[in-house]
């Protein structure tokens, strides 16, 4: 039983011991704009002595003069943190706020119900074990109520409280709760939720909010903060098979090699046998170590460092798993993305994931449909904007282990990073690994590419050019194949413009499809060097991100990045074609170096300035180039 | 059956965030301002990485305006650890003089803190840094990231905060950028008391009550700690029994009335108490949104 309050004050070390002994509670707060949320919580804090008089001054000063309740002190202001939020008078950011009784200690993720926030909603959700949604006994339950109950389903919570606020506006008349709750459970159930409380409250007033309010005699539920203090949450604790993603290797000297990790899944004793993931090999437990000494076993969420019997190569990513039930390893997936980048999502663009300590590359396929969050209606799409959330098929460049995100949201959510800005841009949540690459296997075929290659007089490769509109790689590239072919080297040039004409004439001037363009030339341009031919791409092709994919596709030795460099005010003085005229004039939009960036190269293999370099001596020297590098024969 | 308790779970928390950013951090540092705060994640950090030393040095800003004691805990406490100490002083300050007392208390705090704590980044190339601030102590914080990235020019941009899923920390950063690392920011003033008490961490003693000689003025209990304190007419320092809550400059910083002089009576008087901690320090009490502000502009 936890110790009452009042030993405090007559027996602080037996109330301290008790004290010491609570657990934590995680839960999320949502509701609508004008739900009453942040009063809810401020009042939380005030019925839990947690504002102190300082803090009440504050408040009582700033009630007067922002406050939307009169002479009343307004709660909301409490939790209202920054300033620009205050002005507007909502909640823009995800915080965090923190109170304990004497039986828990509670973390709050305070979210915003604004429309364009979900985001942040997403982000408080993902640790949470408890859902407080907010409904306004006025107008019952709105299409925010349903999006926020189906994020909250989506990231793995199945325990919901819906507390029904307001009452005091609707005279506390029973059957307006009853008709908002039948409603609403029946719409939970249908998104997975089956454990849901209601609680009819007025956290204006402050009925049954810490105490069972008079004004609501029909109801014989706990008041909310007793509910919080006692629901049992799952998930917690002990459950599953043993999983601990291996953080940092702790090796001070050369007897000692620790790996050390917080578990996020099941349990591990000294003398388990455990698997390392992705390589699969087994190993034993030898100790688990803490600075508090060692201990025979662990749960989720400590922090330890385990040695194992055999020495065994494990670094930082991979994943210790239970070797009776170890994770499964895939590197292709459907999952669901919810995208937080302000640039749309754009498929087939190289991207970084974060799983676990994990961060490999990966690419996002053009997703299956978008879910419209209020309607739950799939919705097809080709992309994702912000905020937006959709089934995509993820192909990562390498496997790796993981779990599906309802088996164990550590082990089966992911981040998705932004290679240039370094932002998180997107969220994933694995359902299940793809099959496809198993069964579609590569046709053998017994003339291949190095037999090819014995009747040719060259070595094949892609000689990638990539410059401003008018730097002139059309024009250096047209010379350089003129040359390679009087060497008697089987040449083909792919130009952006004769592309565009046919294979890619679907193809607009997007960044989505940009991304897609350059992903299929640079597939046909692996074709080619596979036919044994010297490829030469003259494409703008203005992302780094997509010029690296471009060279991951073939060998190592294979792709010669070539910069046609000449500076905006050159190129658009040169203007061959007038588009940079009609890209001034704004006939023309996504035109690159005007409303659409280019990325340089930072390392090209061979820079070409154009503002020095006439065409021809910019291709011999090119030539001369691939000689070096053992291309072609040298003349 | 193994249970955790929230103790158990904040550190386990905390060891993780500091193994993270350690594994992914090319110069980690520890922004150590000898406070209970820093106590704490002195203590985890040698429970993180155990049995191998600190994998960083601790980074004093300093002022020369904290009270003596507490460096001479500092330097004790450092040296127990093994622990590489640097101490940065704003050579600016040094040749101004900058003191609160000629210069008040925001642009001292200015001057030596924030300006001298970039300096000391940018001087050692250190591109993530520890701090121990906690999400309870101001409602700026609250919205704080545990990993929290900052321009070259050391600037937090509230709004364009990475979102934090699950316990993923994203630690990239562009050239120039730098992170601020958080690793008590679920702890609350209650849990920090209590893990000391539990653990037995070391805290420097004006935390417990004790006579000290004080004066009062503009409603701040203040203690005389060296002679530089120049007293106004009619003040005479007088000896009290005091304590503090928090610990930064002797002239900023506000003592309280206290017969708690032992760690328990301390948490049971935090328990009983009515005003928070922050309500000693002068940074705060400009206006409401003064923190948020100071951030932006590089504050820790």
Redesign the interface.
């Known amino acids: 039983m936890p110790a009452p309050s009042g030993l405090?004050?007559t027996d602080?070390?037996a109330?301290?011991r008790s004290?010491?002994?609570?657990?934590?509670l995680r839960f999320i707060t949502c509701g609508s704009v004008d739900d009453g949320k942040s009063t809810l919580i401020g009042r939380l804090l005030y019925e839990s002595h947690l504002i102190?008089?300082?803090?009440l001054e504050?408040l009582e000063r700033?009630s007067k003069t922002v406050g939307t309740q009169g002479a009343d002190l307004d709660f909301a202001l409490?939790?209202?943190?920054?300033?620009?939020e205050?002005e507007q008078g909502i909640t823009i950011?995800?915080?965090?706020?923190?109170f304990?009784t004497d039986r828990?200690?509670f973390?709050v993720a305070?979210t915003p119900g604004h429309e364009q926030y979900t985001?942040?909603m997403?982000?408080g959700a993902?640790?949470a074990d408890v859902a407080v949604i907010l409904a306004d006994a006025r107008k019952g339950i709105l299409t925010q109520t349903r999006r926020h109950t189906f994020l909250v389903s989506l990231l793995g919570i199945r325990t919901v409280v819906l507390a029904v606020n307001k009452l005091d506006l609707v005279g506390y008349e029973e059957s307006i709760a009853q008709h908002i709750a039948d409603e609403y459970r029946q719409f939970a159930s249908s998104v997975g939720i089956n454990q849901v409380t209601v609680i009819p409250i007025s956290a204006l007033q402050g009925v049954n909010v810490t105490e069972t309010g008079r004004e609501t005699p029909w109801y014989d539920g706990p008041p909310l903060l007793e509910y919080l203090e006692t629901v049992q949450v799952g998930g917690r604790?002990?459950i599953g098979p043993f999983r601990m993603p291996v953080?940092?290797v702790?090796?001070?000297d050369s007897e000692?090699r620790?790996f050390?990790?917080?578990i996020?899944g099941g349990?591990v004793a000294q003398g388990d046998t455990i698997r390392i993931l992705p390589s699969g090999q087994t190993a034993t437990v030898e100790r688990i170590?803490?600075?508090?000494g060692d201990l025979p076993?662990?749960?989720a969420?400590?922090?330890v460092?385990l040695t194992l019997t055999q020495e065994i190569d494990v670094s930082?990513g991979d994943m210790l798993a239970s070797a009776h039930d170890p994770a499964a390893v895939a590197d292709q997936f459907e999952a669901d993305i919810i995208w937080?980048g302000e640039q749309p999502m754009l498929p087939g663009r190289p991207y970084?994931v974060?799983?676990g300590?994990r961060?490999v590359g990966a690419t996002i396929a053009q997703p299956k449909y978008k879910i419209n969050v209020n309607t739950l209606e799939h919705v097809a799409a080709r992309t994702l904007e912000l905020n937006e959330i959709g089934v995509c098929n993820v192909n990562f460049d390498r496997v790796v282990p993981y779990d599906s995100y309802t088996a164990n949201?550590?082990t089966g959510?992911?981040?998705v990073?932004d290679r240039l800005?370094?932002?998180?841009v997107g969220?994933g949540l694995i359902h299940f690994a793809l099959r496809r690459a198993d069964n579609v296997h590569r046709q053998l075929v017994e003339v291949d590419k190095a037999r090819r290659t014995t009747l040719a007089a060259h070595q094949p490769c892609v000689i990638w050019f990539t410059g401003l509109s008018g730097s002139g790689k059309s024009t250096i590239a047209n010379l350089t194949e003129q040359q390679l072919h009087g060497l008697r080297c089987r040449t083909y040039l792919l130009d952006g413009d004769n592309v565009r004409l046919g294979l890619n004439k679907d193809l607009g001037f997007t960044d989505a499809d940009r991304v897609e363009n350059i992903r299929r030339v640079a597939e046909v341009a692996r074709l080619m060097v596979d036919a044994g031919l010297i490829v030469l791409v003259a494409f703008i092709s203005p992302f780094a991100a997509e010029r690296a994919m471009a060279r991951a596709l073939v060998g190592p030795d294979e792709f010669i990045e070539v910069h046609i460099d000449a500076p905006l005010a050159i190129a658009e003085g040169r203007d061959p074609k007038g588009l940079y005229k009609k890209a001034r004039r704004g006939l023309l939009t996504n035109f690159t170096g005007i409303d659409s960036p280019y990325e340089p190269p930072e390392q090209p293999d061979f820079r070409i300035d154009t503002t020095i370099t006439p065409a021809g001596v910019a291709a011999e020297s090119l030539v001369a180039f691939l000689a070096s590098r053992g291309i072609t024969i040298a003349k | 059956m193994i249970t955790l308790t929230h103790l158990d779970r904040l550190e386990a928390e905390s060891i993780a965030i500091m193994r993270e950013a350690v594994a992914e951090a090319e110069r980690p540092v520890m922004l150590y301002s000898i406070g209970k705060d820093s106590s704490v994640m002195l203590h985890l950090a040698a429970k993180a990485f155990y049995p191998a030393p600190l994998p960083f040095p601790l980074l004093h800003v300093d002022t020369t305006w904290k009270f003596q004691e507490m460096y001479t805990f500092r330097d004790t406490i450092t040296a127990q650890f093994g622990a590489e100490l640097i101490v940065h002083q704003n050579p600016e300050c040094l040749e101004l003089g900058i003191n609160p007392f000629s210069h008040g208390s925001a642009v001292h705090t200015d001057m030596w803190k924030t300006q001298g704590l970039k300096q000391a980044l940018d001087r050692h190339g250190f591109d993530i840094a520890f701090g121990g601030a906690r999400r309870d102590e101001e409602k700026s914080r609250a919205k704080e990231r545990i990993f929290s990235v900052r321009s070259a020019q050391h600037q937090w941009d509230a709004k364009q905060q990475r979102p934090e899923l699950w316990h993923l920390y994203n630690v990239r950063k562009n050239p120039g950028q730098s992170i601020r690392v958080f690793p008590l920011s679920n702890w609350t003033e209650l849990d920090v008391w209590q893990y000391i008490r539990l653990q037995q961490i070391p805290v420097v003693s004006l935390y417990l009550a004790a006579e000290r000689p004080v004066v009062e003025r503009d409603g701040m209990v203040l203690m005389v700690d060296d002679d530089r304190m120049p007293l106004k007419p009619g003040e005479r320092p007088v000896m009290r029994k005091v304590r503090f809550r928090t610990l930064g400059c002797y002239p900023l910083t506000g003592a309280i009335e206290s017969n708690a002089d032992t760690l328990t009576e301390v948490i049971q008087e935090m328990l009983l108490t009515r005003t928070s901690e922050r309500q000693g320090r002068a940074i705060d009490h400009d206006q409401s949104g003064s923190m948020e502000r100071k951030k932006q502009e590089g504050y820790f």
Request: glycine share 6%; net charge negative.
């Open positions: 405090i004050s602080i070390d109330y301290l004290y010491e002994q609570r657990d934590l102190f008089d300082d803090q504050a700033d409490l939790v209202d943190g920054l300033a620009a205050r950011d995800v915080a965090y706020r923190f304990s828990r200690k973390i305070d985001r942040n997403v982000t993902s640790t604790g002990p953080q940092w702790n090796r001070p000692f620790g050390a990790g917080q996020v349990s170590i803490t600075a508090d076993s662990a749960i969420s400590q922090s460092t930082r937080m970084l974060k799983l300590t961060t949201r550590e959510g992911f981040i990073i800005t370094n932002t998180t969220a």
